[in-house]
């Protein structure tokens, strides 16, 4: 495969130009996908950049056809990916939880928007809860929450490491605004820095006679009674605590003696970031706790920091999301 990137240089570009760019790098082989507001730039720059490089683009009739086409192109052994906001990520659920259930590895890109329903196509952190936890299921999916068009860019490699390493479903959390403003990002080769892409696996369609050339592959999202269900579920979840502390991230500013401690993700971490340089300046011990995965998250790193501080502030563009 063409590489998309040789060695580094740098870019003022939007965040959805990022993404396409980040998906490039990482070796993405295919994105399906429908148009919603904001993340609409990333089909047009991934339509655009794709077809160069021998890569494939494929518009769906609707977001719940673009969830599932994407898990058609992983189990063909495709890095595939997809990108939606709002109503869609809403639509997406139900082939989000097929690919917990099946440990399939799809990346997905939630640009996020106002809510409830259609409500508004600008900005907020409105689907954290949906993103983390969505579906019928106990939420056994990865999720990076962005704050900058370099971490879209340095995220958006590293979710195909997470995704096709540990085989659950890793998201992008991204918004409206970083969709799309403009800042400097430098882009770069993954493989300059050590990120060479995870082998890739047929899903469906290997090669041999199952059972005599090979183990037969048992790919199953239903299943007939309870204590089945039970069973699968338990592996499920083993795996997963398995994978997560390997995946967890999170980041602090001035957090050794802080006496108010803010915590935020995302976007908003960097209003956090200056609100404690200010703060800081006035003699009030303020330090920050970033999230960076929101899904796991490092409740355990966090702890020890929040028993020693005197306030704390959640600070989210949402109502609560974050803090619940």
Known sequence: MEKAIHGERRAFVTGNEVVAWAMLAAGAEMMYGYPITPQNEIMHY???LAPKLGRGFLQT??????????LGGVLAGKRSFTATSG??????QESMCMAE???LPAVFIIQQRGGPSTATVIYSQQEVTMTTHGGNGEGFRFVYSTCSHQEL???GVKAFQTAWKYRFPTFILGDGYQAKM?????????ELRGLSPVEQEVFMGKEGVPG???????LRNTYNTEDELRAVVEDLNCAYLAAAPLVCEYQTYDTDDCEVLILAHGVVTRAAQAAVSQLRAKGIKAGHFRPVTLRPF????????????????VAESSLGQLEA
């Open 298 to 313: 490092a409740g355990d790193a966090l702890r020890p920091i929040a028993d020693r501080a005197k306030v704390i502030l």
């Open 153 to 155: 860019f340095d995220y």
């Open 212 to 218: 005599v050339d090979r183990p037969p592959v048992h």
């Open 61 to 70: 009739e609707d977001e719940i056809s673009a969830g599932f086409t994407t």
């Open 101 to 103: 259930m099946m440990r």
């Open 182 to 190: 403009r800042e400097p990002v430098t882009l770069y080769d993954p």
């Open 87 to 92: 109503p869609g990520n809403m639509l997406m």
């Open 46 to 48: 991934w339509t655009r």
